[in-house]
């Protein structure tokens, strides 16, 4: 519990929350504390300048020591402080009102502790009366305060004693105060932290079990993402790497099906038709033959199919690295409808091919004309007797492509069945019983893109049935010098 996510957030929030309150607690008993200490200065102020002004008085008309002293003892008692009259000629304390100090010499100030205030001079002297004391002393010698008998020299000063504890008491008195609210806000903050914590924790904590309910084979997972923050981006990023994981594996068992039902039907005919041969079922020389004929049949159709399922594994894992050459994809076309026409004359279908000047395109021919030869293939199937296959290149300089497209009369694949004609063992409803292995298209697919290129499809049942491949064409400086592809010119 101490390592999980949501302890060290709910430990991180604390921690940030009390130094975030220790920082500004003390900054403000600094700022306290020098303020307070001001006040106190000028309330001193206060108290020293009147007593200064008056002693300097009692000083010109001739008191004695001991009226000006008499007169301190009073104000000291009025006021609640403590007063000392100093000689300035030798720092002899003439007078004291707790009668501590009095007859004492002063030391000289403490330089680090001397500075101006104001009208005050303020110090720090360490003096002993049996003991070490420190005080802080304010005071303003007479003759500062307009000395109206220039001929007379001032030779008191009135001092203030004031022990330093008693400046830093009233800003240290807040401390307590300061701490109580500190620990109100720490504990105010803790909800906040709390409801923090969960809000990241939580959905961690969801991803983590639909996580091993996935690696338990339960793909169909999702995740709340309404948040627009990280959280809500990891959410919606987990919900479609689930989703695709799932269609991965239902893709999987699909093919795995299909695979099997492909191949049961070749198989039950070889089985049936050699367990017809060595159980003496069949007797006549012809039937031998004919049952030879037909295995043999469904041993090529075998033989293709897996021949088609391990080259469109290699496509669609990465492997296809062929090598690319500068060819026409007019001449490439021309020799596929020209192996073509004998099975369409068989068929009783019509077949041309029309080409206007197009640019190079970089490719393998081996595997172009292998794309071509399926949609030629894909539409000789499905045209009707009296149909017309017309094959159309043109260039497409808005794209800076080339354009191949084979058209079929007679056909119409419905747009929901569009969507899927490209998919493995896939078969519309009005392929059934036609020959095939349902990998043709989705092969050429593959292969146009491994080209940089597209295939797309229109039908309609008024015009039929249109494949268009798109590839990119070769700068012109590209294809200025350039050999035919040897693969193509050994077809042509």
Not at 5 to 25: E, I, K, N, P
Not at 119 to 124: A, D, I, K, Y
Not at 171 to 184: E, K
Request: net charge negative; aromatic share 6%; hydrophobic share 45%.
């Amino acid at each position: 519990m101490r390592d999980s996510l949501y302890t060290r957030l709910m430990a991180s929030y604390a921690f940030v929350v009390f130094v975030s309150l220790f920082l500004a607690g003390s900054g403000f008993l600094w700022l306290a504390q020098q303020h307070q200490q001001q006040r106190e200065m000028d309330r001193l102020a206060d108290i020293v300048l009147p007593i200064s002004a008056h002693v300097r008085h009692l000083e010109l008309i001739g008191a004695s020591t001991h009226e000006i002293a008499a007169f301190l003892d009073d104000q000291a008692q009025q006021l609640n402080v403590r007063l000392l009259l100093v000689r300035l000629d030798n720092r002899l304390v003439a007078a004291d009102t707790t009668d501590e100090l009095e007859g004492y010499i002063l030391p000289p100030v403490e330089e680090s502790m001397s500075a101006q205030v104001g009208p005050l001079l303020v110090g720090r002297y360490q003096v002993s009366a049996g003991q070490i004391v420190t005080i802080s002393l304010a005071y303003v010698p007479i003759g500062r305060l307009g000395d109206r008998f220039p001929g007379l020299a001032p030779r008191y000063a009135v001092m203030l004693a004031v022990p330093q504890a008693n400046l830093a008491a009233a800003w240290l008195s807040l401390a307590p105060r300061l701490l109580v609210a500190g620990v109100l806000a720490l504990i105010a903050s803790l909800p906040v932290a709390l409801w923090l914590s969960r809000s990241i924790s939580e959905p961690l904590k969801r991803i983590t079990r639909a996580s091993e309910e996935m690696a338990r084979g339960n793909y169909d997972q999702r995740i709340p993402d309404g948040r627009a923050d990280e959280i809500g981006r990891l959410a919606q990023a987990f919900n479609l790497m689930a989703k695709q994981v799932a269609l991965s594996h239902r893709t999987l068992r699909e093919f795995l099906a299909d695979v099997s039902h492909e191949l049961r039907t070749p198989l039950t005919s070889i089985r049936g038709f050699s367990q017809a041969m060595t159980d003496g079922t069949l007797r006549a020389p012809e039937d031998y033959a004919e049952a030879g004929r037909v295995i043999h049949e469904e041993a090529e159709r075998m033989a293709r199919l897996v021949e088609d399922l391990l080259y469109l594994s290699r496509v669609e894992s990465g492997q296809f690295r062929g090598e690319r050459h500068p060819l026409d994809l007019g001449e490439l076309a021309r020799a596929c409808v020209q192996r073509a026409e004998r099975r369409a004359a068989a068929c009783e279908v019509t077949i041309a091919i029309t080409a206007s000047p197009t640019p190079r395109v970089a490719g393998e021919a081996h595997r172009l004309e292998q794309v071509v030869d399926n949609l030629l293939d894909n539409a000789l199937k499905h045209t009707p007797p009296g149909g017309r296959i017309t094959v159309r290149l043109r260039d497409d300089p808005a794209t800076r492509g080339v354009r191949l497209s084979v058209h079929n009369t007679g056909s119409y694949i419905p747009p929901d069945e569009q969507r899927q004609v490209f998919d493995r063992f896939f078969r519309g409803h009005n392929n059934a019983g036609r020959e095939g292995t349902g990998l043709g298209l989705s092969i050429a697919r593959h292969i146009v893109e491994a080209h940089e290129g597209t295939i797309e499809v229109e039908s309609s049942p008024e015009s039929g049935t249109e494949f268009t491949i798109w590839l990119p064409a070769l700068p012109m400086a590209s294809e200025a010098g350039s050999p035919a592809s040897p693969a193509l010119a050994s077809r042509v």
